[in-house]
């Protein structure tokens, strides 16, 4: 029993670890991008407010991911280690290649593949509202980006002085990233310990907090390729735009959260980026577009067929 404890604990930091890796450019890939925080500045907030929203609000979505999927009694440690691996393989490759997939996609990929193995029955009802939420949240992120870009944009043309633009820009994008991150917490924490909460491993405060450590290290140590391509490949930002990118997309990922659905933090920034580069005039590019939406296509399916495999390859080798 102690090994499966450790696996357990392991596999947990492994999948936090790569939603701070993966996920973080979601919270502050704008703002580096923009030239308006370093790496570590960025880094360093997105640690304080994903503890924050873990602590305070992750609980919804934990239970969401741990009992809402499949049935808790269905969810055992083991299996539940299985769904974890699974889509912590998928998103340590798609962060290798710079790609920001959804951690969301994968862990529900994962669960749904553990629940086909053991024949449980899967509640697709709330499987279908999640997958509406995957759709909607990078839609009504980049409706709200737009929106947002066009008042600040509108504010800051009537302020003359440039030490205040430069100082309003500066703490809009630790405004907006901040919130992002206070979110992020809330609702990408549950990614990996919704399920061993589910299991009766961890307590949702308990879980929230380990989370958020462990996710706050991933973001420190392997986050930067990510923020790249958020802040840099899609289209070009300025302060404003990255403002209205963030923003935008945490009123998106905060509406979720009310709801206890686990949406694609990445989906919903790249819908702000999206929606902001096309309010400028600047463009977007397409061809990075269709490989993030690739990415999004691959994320429930390539964590469906993991999740099988290492079940089978489990059951071979008498783990289970």
Not at 139 to 162: E, M, Q
Not at 168 to 176: D, E, P
Not at 200 to 223: D, E, R
Request: glycine share 12%; hydrophobic share 55%.
């Amino acid at each position: 029993m102690e090994a499966i404890v450790i696996a357990a604990i392991a596999i947990t930091f492994y999948i936090a670890w790569n939603i701070g890796a993966n996920d973080s450019a979601n919270a502050m890939g704008t703002a580096v991008g923009a030239g308006l925080l370093s790496f570590h500045q960025a880094t360093l907030t997105i640690a304080i407010f994903v503890m924050l929203g873990a602590y305070l609000k992750g609980y919804k979505v934990m239970k969401t991911i741990g009992k809402g999927i499949v049935p808790p009694e269905c969810l055992t440690l083991k299996i539940a280690i299985i769904a974890l691996l699974a889509a912590g393989i998928w998103v340590t490759i798609a962060t290798i290649k710079g790609l920001p997939v959804s951690t969301t996609q994968a862990i529900v990929g994962g669960v749904v593949g553990v629940g086909i193995a053991v024949n449980a029955p899967i509640k697709w009802e709330t499987l279908l509202k999640i997958a509406g939420a995957w759709v909607f949240s990078p839609i009504l992120a980049g409706l709200f980006a737009l929106i947002l870009f066009r008042f600040y944009g509108r504010i800051i043309n009537s302020i003359k002085s440039l030490g205040r633009i430069e100082f309003l820009y500066k703490w809009l994008a630790v405004l907006g990233g901040s919130y992002m991150a206070f979110n992020f917490g809330a609702n990408e924490v549950a990614n990996a310990t919704g399920l061993l909460v589910g299991a009766g491993f961890f307590s949702p405060k308990t879980a929230g907090m380990f989370g958020a450590l462990s996710l706050a290290l991933g973001s420190l140590t392997f986050s930067y390729a990510v923020m790249y391509t958020v802040g840099k490949k899609i289209t070009s930002l300025g302060p404003i735009s990255a403002f209205s990118a963030q923003f935008g997309s945490a009123i998106a990922v905060s509406l979720a959260n009310m709801f206890g659905l686990p949406v694609s933090s990445s989906q919903a920034i790249v819908g702000g980026v999206v929606g902001v580069g096309l309010a400028a005039g600047r463009g977007v590019e397409k061809k990075v577009i269709w490989e993030i939406a690739f990415g999004w296509i691959a994320t429930p399916t390539v964590s469906i067929a993991l999740a099988l495999g290492i079940f089978k390859l489990f059951q071979f080798s008498g783990l289970i």
